[in-house]
């Protein structure tokens, strides 16, 4: 563990606390709390009085970033790095890159929306690319354990914020750029420009593997990069097919053509095993070998979790985007043989104006929709429906705004073939209400209320 803090909790003897000013706490309100944990010196930039040696510094969260990278990012770039971005897909791609190179006998650790990963260590993390102290630390961790590589999903807010300065990638991926944090970004084009800072963190012989379907894909056409795509591109899709609970899909590189079975549903799924075989292949492993690794690997939990119950197919999805939520309703309408219910909601104190597009995709493209909330957080929860409200057209829907309630509704209507979607929470176990997390796992309510 690094000999730097930010949190006076986790300050052990002989530790620098750095005093950083955050939006809603101050870091140098806790100083005395630091050194009585043992703090031998402080990093601050408002004056005080202490019984140990400072440094008086302009910018403390300046300082720790020029800190770590001056002193550990050479190390850490000895690491094969892989970075995703993207708007959907990051923690799939990212987490069957993590499996495949396991699978493939190497030592690596996942950073990402569902936590920390590293043989058999799991930690939960509160952003989806942690801040730069805690993302230095954990690498640093890994790789005095023998870690040869370390996959990550890097976030806009992580590029804007700098968690990743002095990183450098052999590998980055884009997976595609939706509606998605305008309350931070304001515009599309700001929200790109965010997402194409991570061009600025490449190793020289580094490689960028670009979804060259999506709209934005030919913005990260840089340098050293390979194409994955349903229609030209080097990793090029040449048929597939579902199966029960797998995917059947040919695609073909340099001219030959190769085929694999891949434990996920849909289209948007083979964008993200693409992405992760492409990624990996690009790391110098033989095309072949990641093939057959394939039959070992799944995908994360609550990213397109699947579960029968009665009659019918529960699926479990974080989808809580306009784009995500459109593509997974009309994946599973494209061989649907029975109804297809939604049950969906929109988080509190994030990006309002995907509201009403999330309401009007969800009725428009399922038989029928269970409005629900999400994690409210501070926000009024009849104002986030109201807003959800606004842009559905149709009446083939209800609002029940208890979660459980919803999901015991959803499981109710399920008659012979229905595919129950439940969407926006996937991973999650918890439910922000207020500012209290309480615990609650939509899959567990549902395997619940199916007894």
């Not at 897909?89 to 030592?107: D, E």
């Not at 630390?137 to 804007?160: F, N, P, Q, R, T």
């Not at 104006?353 to 501070?378: E, L």
Request: proline fraction near 2%.
């Amino acid at each position: 563990m690094l000999k730097i803090k930010i949190d006076s909790r986790k300050v052990e003897k002989g530790d620098t606390f750095v005093a950083i000013k955050g939006a809603n706490v101050n870091g140098h309100d806790f100083i005395e709390k630091a050194i009585a944990n043992g703090a031998s010196k402080v990093i601050i930039s408002e004056d005080r009085q202490v019984p140990v040696e400072k440094v008086l510094v302009e910018d403390t969260k300046e300082y720790l970033k020029e800190y770590l990278v001056k002193t550990y990012a050479e190390e850490i770039n000895k690491i094969h790095l892989i970075g995703v971005t993207g708007t959907n897909g990051k923690t799939t791609s990212c987490f069957l890159i993590y499996q495949l190179l396991q699978k493939l006998g190497k030592k690596v650790a996942y950073i990402g929306t569902i936590g920390y990963y590293f043989e058999n260590e799991k930690v939960e993390l509160p952003n989806t690319t942690p801040d730069i102290l805690d993302l230095y630390d954990m690498i640093l961790s890994a790789k005095s354990k023998g870690c040869d590589y370390v996959v990550m999903e890097v976030s806009s807010h992580a590029l804007d914020y700098q968690r990743v300065a002095g990183l450098k990638y052999d590998v980055v991926a884009f997976t595609n750029l939706t509606q998605d944090h305008l309350d931070y970004h304001k515009t599309m084009e700001n929200y790109l420009h965010a997402k194409l800072k991570i061009l600025n963190h490449l190793k020289d012989n580094a490689v960028v593997v670009v979804n060259v379907d999506d709209e934005y894909g030919h913005y990260f056409a840089k340098g050293n990069y390979k194409s994955i795509s349903f229609t030209k591109g080097d990793y090029k899709v040449v048929s597939y097919h579902d199966n029960v609970a797998t995917t059947y899909v040919k695609f073909k590189f340099l001219n030959k053509e190769y085929e694999v079975d891949i434990n996920l549903k849909n289209r948007f799924n083979i964008y993200n095993y693409l992405t992760a075989l492409a990624s990996v292949h690009n790391l110098g492993f033989n095309l072949d070998d990641i093939i057959k690794a394939t039959k070992e690997i799944k995908a994360p939990k609550g990213r397109c979790e699947m579960v029968k119950v009665k009659e019918g197919l529960v699926v479990v999805d974080y989808a809580h985007t306009p784009d995500a939520v459109l593509k997974i309703i009309t994946s599973f309408a494209e061989h649907k043989k029975g109804d297809i219910i939604t049950i969906v909601g929109c988080g509190g104190d994030r990006d309002p104006k995907k509201r009403p597009i999330m309401g009007d995709i969800a009725t428009k493209y399922s038989d029928y929709v269970i409005f629900t909330d999400d994690n409210p957080r501070t926000e009024d929860n009849k104002k986030i429906m109201q807003d959800i409200l606004d842009g559905v057209t149709k009446d083939n829907y209800e609002v029940i705004y208890n979660r459980r309630q919803a999901i015991e509704k959803g499981i109710s209507l399920i008659k012979k073939d229905t595919i129950l979607l439940v969407l926006g929470k996937g991973h999650e176990d918890y439910q922000i209400l207020g500012k209290e997390k309480v615990h609650f796992d939509d899959m567990e309510v549902i395997l619940e209320c199916a007894k």
